[in-house]
């Protein structure tokens, strides 16, 4: 259900709507029953199911460990397709999901994460980004992005290289799945989260106040996370005010502003004045 989710997103990312998919899944049939490889079929094709999407065929090999995913295809209106390239500078910045996934998983990894913490990030995860493509493209915006496997500063900076622009964060309105700090303090960082901030550092200026954990935590993959939206200060208040009042949202925030400065990052801390 979780890998479903995540591979309609870049079709939501855009405007559009996923209508059919392949299966891919690898499987190693030799060491475990296929009854786990029927059930987690089914739960592709249960998710599948939920938004109208067919599925419509697909590919299996024989692998050492289990893995899963779909080809999807969708339909678009190009007149109103929605891509990476619009962010203007004075657009906000707002992020449809917490971060922490990546380190909520690895934690699950190392079994340090309770059954709660668990319970928040499936739920999280088996969340699609319906909802919130669905009113973004009723209000209007410049950009977007899914948040995925880059972490939150990753895709971002596809938007600014699309975009020509800089952007400004505020670390303290960036929502984060409760635990998440504390798994990392335990360890929980996977080896993707290292490897994004070196790709990332150089475009960043950091506020000297954030916290190691904080840092890590905006580096950090996600799997099947939000939707990452540039709009204009015009159709600010109401994208907002849809995207809260919705159930099928889980947590909209604004966490930072479109800036002139091509290229560049600012992330700033709670000490520092809020974001105009």
Known sequence: ???AANAFSDIYAMGGKPVMA???????NQSLPLSIMEAILKGGADKAA?????IVGGHSITDYSPKYGLVVTGFLDIRNMITKRGAK?????????PLGIGVITTGIDHR???DHTI???VKIMTTLNKRASEIMLAVGVNACTDVTGFGLLGHLREILTASNAGARLKASAIPLIPETRELIQAGAVATGTHNNYRYIRDSVKWDPSLSREMRLIMCDPQTSGGLLISVSPQNRNRLMA???????V???AEIGEIVDVPGEISVLGSRLPNIS
């Open 1 to 3: 259900m979780i890998a």
């Open 22 to 28: 392949l299966n891919l899944i690898g499987f190693p």
């Open 50 to 54: 939920e938004v109208g999407v067919t």
């Open 89 to 97: 500078p004075g657009d906000s910045l707002i992020l449809t999901k």
């Open 112 to 114: 340090i994460a309770d």
């Open 119 to 121: 319970n928040q990030v």
């Open 242 to 248: 849809e995207l809260r009042k919705d159930e099928e």
């Open 250 to 252: 889980i947590e909209a």
